[in-house]
């Protein structure tokens, strides 16, 4: 049982380049996550889902967006990267319903120069 | 929207010792309050959490305490550990959101 998976674990872009994250989750969770973790900033909502085919923005969506392929997966993408959103990304999912425990992926370390 | 500040920002205390920190929110209308354990490089890891209708939650060594009407919630750590070092954050989630806002965290540091 895996839990969270996150894909890739590093990775490194030039500025103006796009990139998709990749996330899965087997605990058959109906809700979905996406946070970014800077430095002293603790963890942002970037978007969530609270189940399959639904999608909202959360704090911080501006240059991102995402996709729920289906019940399992949850991709984040960069348009056109920047500089200011090199940062630790996590997924996470949760139980349907609000309020519930969020479990978390490992994270994606993303640089941007 | 909701507003959740976290203190203090570090914390060093001796094996053995308690360890407490404090968290405040601004939406009083918040009813999930988790708090999260995050190792150096590692995932956040859930450790409690406590709702609105409990003013207290205890798991062996941890406990939460929740004033709803002071708006403020807090993790105690009793009998800690060098294990126990890491930050550790609050969050808070309004009533029927999936959002959850967290603290800035705290960097709790155990010495032997």
């Known amino acids: 049982n895996a839990g969270v998976t996150q894909t890739p674990k590093f990775q490194v872009l030039k500025t103006g380049q796009s990139m998709t994250l990749q996330c899965a989750q087997d605990?058959?969770?109906?809700?979905m996550y996406w946070y970014r973790q800077d430095p002293g900033m603790g963890l942002r909502l970037i978007y969530y889902s609270a189940s399959e085919g639904t999608t909202d923005k959360g704090e911080v969506p501006n240059g991102y967006n995402v996709s729920r392929l289906n019940k399992r997966e949850f991709s984040l993408r960069l348009e056109s990267a920047a500089p200011s959103q090199t940062s630790v990304y996590f997924c996470?999912?949760?139980?349907?319903?609000?309020?519930?425990?969020?479990?978390f992926g490992d994270g994606t370390r993303l640089s941007i120069l | 929207g909701e507003n959740v500040e976290q203190h203090p920002s570090t914390l060093s205390v001796q094996e053995g010792d308690s360890a407490v920190i404090k968290c405040t929110y601004s939406?009083?209308?918040?009813?999930?309050f988790p708090w999260y354990k995050q190792e150096l490089g590692k995932r956040p890891q859930l450790i409690i959490d406590?709702?609105?209708?409990?003013g207290e939650k205890k798991d062996q060594r941890i406990a939460v305490t929740l004033n709803k009407t002071a708006k403020h919630f807090s993790l105690h750590i009793t009998e800690t550990q060098p294990e126990d070092s890491a930050v550790y954050f609050c969050a808070a989630a309004g009533a029927g959101s999936y959002q959850l806002t967290f603290g800035k965290g705290t960097k709790l540091s155990v010495i032997p």
């Open positions: 406590i709702r609105s209708n409990v």
């Open positions: 605990m058959n969770h109906n809700s």
């Open positions: 996470a999912s949760s139980e349907s319903g609000v309020n519930q425990p969020q479990h």
């Open positions: 939406d009083s209308a918040s009813n999930y």
